[in-house]
């Protein structure tokens, strides 16, 4: 049974969190922004849904590398180099998408956003948990993920918005900026890398039972999440960009506050109670989106979803860090968001070529149901915690 510990309760918001806010707005402004964005403008390009999904596969690809890279990256340069370079590579290369319409060049840029965004992901993770006193972790994560939640509340359907008003262009510099400005704020950020407790590497995490359940249900509800993201405008009736937008700040608004929800829930109870209600709070709202010719539907179903994912956000990464010593919170922050963006990509590229022999509104009710099958993980996991 989980025990909370009862003490006097140390200060949450620090100076250093302050800072880390401001690189953690800077960077997910600028990614949320263009993400149902390039698979748009990859569409229009004249590539279909195909093309959108390798757009968002590459992107999540290069991501995926990097996060496996990025622990070894921070320990040799520390947490402000990795986090300098990380948002250079997520907002010049976002600068320069409209260049070219090519299918190449869209990869290309892709590619270097991906591998950016990933040590913003992973030096940021680690640093703040570092952060954040340890009996107040699922509430300090919680308030992570609000100040990283609101950008992406706001980016994703102004995003959509904004290219169905004022084209490609305009979106892909405010993409480009809003990472670049949040540099300012790195050189006040601590620049050290904890080493108390055993060190826990990637590969061995992979190979924790403790570490790896927690990555297996994640993985399944990011997977989902990028389904969304990348084909939501192409599922919906032509003409409905309004609702596209309204749904996908409906999920964004759901997710954040179930975030925040989980967080202060877990503290006081654990979090590996929660683990299973997220996923199965994640397919239906899967299931339900594939009413994708009612309004009402694709609405609620991508409440639901954003609630389930929230509270899986939540628990599965108050979970890891909770499961290793301070050295391996740069692995825990690498495998979780492995976990999200390998999801993520992987979704949207199996997505499209399921799509393509079934139709949307099949292709995510195939997806629904698959999900449960990560359930037996998920009870496994929480049977098996202290």
């Known amino acids: 049974m989980f025990v909370p510990v009862m003490s006097e309760r140390a200060p949450l918001v620090t100076r250093a969190l302050m800072l880390r806010f401001v690189s953690i707005v800077g960077a997910s402004a600028s990614f949320f922004l263009l993400l149902p964005v390039v698979p748009l403008y990859a569409g229009a390009s004249g590539g279909g849904g195909r093309t959108a999904g390798l757009a968002t596969g590459a992107l999540m690809l290069s991501t995926v590398v990097g996060e496996l890279a990025a622990p070894r990256l921070v320990a040799r340069h520390g947490y402000r180099a990795a986090l300098a370079a990380g948002l250079l590579l997520l907002g010049a290369p976002a600068l320069v998408l409209t260049v070219s319409g090519s299918l190449v060049w869209i990869v290309a840029v892709c590619l270097a956003r991906g591998l950016g965004f990933a040590l913003t992901v992973v030096a940021g993770g680690a640093l703040t948990a570092s952060l954040i006193p340890a009996e107040r972790r699922g509430e300090g994560l919680a308030l992570v993920g609000i100040v990283s939640g609101v950008p992406a509340l706001v980016a994703m359907p102004l995003g959509v918005w904004l290219v169905a008003h004022g084209g490609f262009l305009p979106v892909a510099l405010a993409g480009g900026v809003v990472a670049l400005a949040a540099l300012v704020a790195v050189p006040g950020l601590p620049d050290r890398e904890l080493t108390s407790g055993p060190a826990v590497g990637v590969v061995a995490g992979f190979r924790t039972g403790a570490l790896l359940r927690p990555v297996v249900v994640f993985a399944t509800t990011a997977l989902a999440a990028g389904i969304v993201v990348t084909f939501l405008p192409l599922a919906v009736p032509a003409g409905d960009a309004g609702l596209v937008s309204v749904a996908l700040f409906v999920q964004s608004a759901a997710s954040t506050v179930a975030r925040w929800a989980a967080g202060r829930y877990g503290d006081r109870h654990g979090p590996a109670c929660l683990v299973l209600p997220g996923l199965l709070a994640s397919a239906a709202g899967m299931l339900v989106t594939a009413l994708t ?6 609405i609620a179903g991508l409440a639901f979803f954003g609630i389930g994912f929230g509270i899986t956000q939540n ?27 390998g999801g993520m990509g992987l979704g949207a590229v199996g997505f499209g070529v399921l799509a393509a022999l079934t139709g949307y509104p099949l292709a995510f009710a195939l997806t629904g149901t698959l ?16």
């Open 371 to 386: 999900m449960l099958a990560a359930c037996a993980t998920a009870r496994r996991d929480r049977d098996s915690a202290p």
């Open 293 to 298: 010719h009612s309004p009402a539907a694709v």
């Open 315 to 341: 628990a599965t990464l108050t979970l890891m860090y909770a499961r290793v010593s301070t050295s391996g919170y740069g692995t825990v922050s690498a495998l979780w968001n492995f976990a999200y963006d």
